[in-house]
């Protein structure tokens, strides 16, 4: 057996702490841009008031007065749930969602003792398809939820929750195939540093060129999958109360929030790391800027500084595609259930499945890696 | 050794796990811990290096098969009351007979067999070790040769053989509906 050094178990175990921090932080974070989004769209002011002493900064301290006032709530249990599910339930969410952190790629590998630490705390031989796994365990939580509520709102919540959740992963699974063709592995890494180079001279060479139809569905089926707006089926105040959530307050009615931002963060992660090119720069890749830098700083030093240009670049993609979920959210109605489901298996399934067809053929005439 | 370690606790708790799930009176119970148990057979998976089998089992099994089973169980919503369960039979007990000494042949064999042998000499042992970085990317590569070459024609039947079920679920259905339509 290879014995690990004690230098890649304490950087593996400060990438996987920096994930789950970062993943942590989402869902405060995102509550508060959610609700000065929707103020924006709504011409409203939205919370702009709670600051830390006499700053004001925008409203940010909202947040930390929501954290606060959750946390003293009452926690209340109705006694007519199953009472070990209810409680378990909002758990998964967010230890599914924050596990997921893990694996997320914050740049290539810098050098340690010596020693090559990659950035991507768990690299599996199989890829991305560990976000993939983990994701699909979090509705779990949902229709747990719903169940153990003992109420026939949350019940109906649970099931669309997971019949939502299966039909979608048909099509996401189907989504992703033409990318595994087009870049020739399942590793992020490889992916990301394939996706550096300049495609026709003008053009990064991002999946979302050689792939759109695919980040399409792509698209559309993490929403459905991180039960965003418009497909949140599962809460749909107008019909079902607030589905698997009825019976859930304070705390644990957070965490299943936390659980939701941390997955959508991950999938956001996902979706740069394979169609946006991940950390690397647009037309600057880090391999050109190592290039240019070593000579003066040497090249494990330029590693480090290439390190937070890189997590700054990743997370600067990620926010902007967070806001374009934001903006949906408050531009797009609710799906109806069957309409829902029509979508899912009608339309998106067909053509990923031709999408896949059709990028084996092409791929089978053209190498692209 | 941490290999075997956490390999053996958890094969333990998974044959514990199982004993526990097939007593249990209400049916979401059953399912979350044979969830649980598809994990623990995933993470024994994991420990032995071949991931990719890890992760395809909690996809599959943990994610998406047994989804449909909460789903399905959820749909019914019967509380235990309801569901009747049967006295057990005496050929039922001749069976759970058999299979417990299956059990126990085949567990005593591979477990004599690792004590004969010695530890060093089985597959458990033999298996590479998870994070080793030049067998970045082999496991998926040698699962998806061995899929496409050797076992082309067992795997393109399976698929067929599940392709034939699901016509089968779809003409049930549609007979289903077709009589209903009928008698009303």
């Known amino acids: 057996m290879v014995e690990l050094s004690l230098t890649q178990i304490i950087s593996t175990i400060l990438l996987m702490l920096l994930g789950i921090a970062v993943g942590a932080q989402v869902a405060p974070i995102m509550s508060w841009v959610e609700r000065r989004q929707c103020a924006i769209i709504q011409r409203r002011l939205g919370p702009n008031r709670v600051g830390i002493f006499n700053f ?68 599996l031989n199989s890829g991305f398809l560990l976000i993939f796994a983990l994701s699909s365990l979090a509705v779990y939580g949902v229709t747990l939820a719903g169940w153990s509520s003992n109420n026939k709102y949350s019940l109906l919540g649970g099931l669309r929750a997971s019949a939502q959740m299966v039909s979608y992963e048909v ?86 929030f936390l659980g939701e931002y941390s997955m959508m963060f991950v999938m956001c992660v996902l979706t740069v790391s394979m169609f946006f090119g991940g950390y690397e720069i647009p037309w600057i890749s880090q391999h050109l800027l190592l290039d240019l830098l070593s000579p003066t700083f040497g090249e494990a030093l330029t590693r480090w500084i290439l390190l937070p240009i890189g997590i700054g670049v990743l997370l600067l993609k990620v926010v902007l595609l967070m806001w374009f979920f934001v903006q949906v959210r408050f531009t797009i109605p609710r799906f109806r259930y069957d309409q829902l489901m029509k979508l899912g298996w009608v339309y998106l399934l067909p053509i990923a499945l031709v999408n896949l067809v059709v990028t084996a053929i092409i791929t089978a005439f053209i190498k692209f890696h | 050794m941490a290999i075997q370690i956490s390999f053996l606790i958890m094969g333990i708790l998974a044959v514990f796990l199982s004993g526990m799930m097939i007593t249990r009176k209400w049916p979401v119970t059953a399912a979350m811990l044979l969830i649980i148990i598809m994990m623990l057979l995933a993470g024994m998976y994991g420990v032995l290096g071949a991931h990719f089998s890890a992760v395809a089992q909690i996809i599959v099994y943990a994610g998406a098969i047994m989804v449909v089973f909460v789903f399905v169980i959820m749909l019914l919503n019967l509380p235990p009351e309801e569901l009747r369960y049967g006295r057990i039979t005496i050929n039922e007990i001749i069976l759970i007979g058999i299979g417990f000494l299956g059990a126990l042949f085949l567990g005593t064999k591979v477990g004599l067999g690792y004590l004969v042998s010695g530890l060093n000499s089985t597959t458990l042992i033999n298996a590479r070790p998870p994070y080793y970085p030049a067998e970045m990317n082999e496991n998926v590569k040698n699962v998806s040769t061995l899929m496409f070459t050797d076992y082309l024609w067992a795997f393109e039947i399976v698929s067929f053989l599940i392709l034939a079920a699901i016509v089968g679920s779809i003409v049930i259905a549609k007979k289903a509906k077709v009589n209903n339509a009928k008698s009303s």
């Open chain 1, 56 to 123: 004001r900064i925008f409203g940010l301290g909202q947040p930390i007065a929501d954290a606060i006032k959750l946390l003293f709530k009452e926690d209340f249990v109705p006694p007519y749930v199953h009472k070990a599910f209810y409680v378990m339930a909002p758990v998964v969410p967010v230890i599914t969602g924050l596990a997921v952190t893990v694996a997320i790629p914050w740049g290539s590998h810098v050098v340690v003792n010596n020693q090559i630490v990659n950035l991507q705390a768990v690299n």
């Open chain 1, 171 to 256: 099509a996401m699974g189907m989504s992703i195939i033409p990318l595994v063709f087009i870049w020739g592995t399942l590793d992020l890494q490889v992916m990301i540093s394939r996706q550096s180079e300049i495609l026709f001279g003008f053009l990064p060479n991002w999946g979302l060129f050689h792939a759109p139809v695919s980040f399409i569905i792509f698209l559309v089926t993490i929403f459905a999958e991180t039960n965003r707006l418009p497909f949140d089926l599962a809460e749909s105040e107008g019909e079902l109360v607030a589905g698997f959530l009825t019976e859930y307050g304070a705390m644990r009615w957070s965490l299943f």
